[in-house]
């Protein structure tokens, strides 16, 4: 996996070792956890650990029990499991939403998807007609 904002690479073993769960269950994790910075609202109580003790033993959202037995030998167990119940279906839509999708046909070749040079009097004129000189760094983020 590639942060493409740092440009490190992160295997599924370092992945693991962060997050405790595999890369495909990222987004149940991000549905029950949520995210600030992402504007993922979470399900209130459910923390990193609590999130991947319990999609360790139960896989996803849709496996996960909403009974407070299921989920007796996690701490706060009972409250996680109502606070699931209430909100699963909220949880499962934000999961939906942070799911990447590798299926979609498309009707071209990769290759033509790569950065192709650019008309840079155009862009010139374009950026100094929006007054938007902040976007020279990432131009050249682009084109590495």
């Keep these: 996996m ?16 962060r997050f405790g769960i595999a890369p495909p269950q990222f987004p149940d994790y991000l549905a029950l956890v949520g995210s600030a910075a992402k504007g993922i609202p979470g399900v209130p109580g459910w923390g990193p650990k609590t999130t991947a003790t319990v ?29 699931l119940a209430e909100r699963r279906q909220e949880a499962l839509l934000v999961k939906r939403l ?22 840079h009097r155009k862009l010139h004129t374009l950026i100094d007609r929006t007054e938007a000189q902040d976007l020279w760094p990432r131009i050249e983020r682009w084109q590495r």
């Design 2 to 17: 590639l942060n493409r904002i740092t440009g490190e690479v992160t295997d599924e073993s370092v992945f693991r070792s």
């Design 55 to 83: 999609l360790g033993r139960y896989g996803d959202i849709e496996s996960t029990p909403v009974t407070p037995e299921a989920l007796q030998d996690v701490r706060g167990g009972a409250r996680l499991a109502a606070q």
């Design 98 to 119: 942070a799911t990447l999708h590798d299926d979609l046909p498309l009707d071209c070749r990769l290759e033509t998807l790569a950065w192709q040079d650019i008309d």
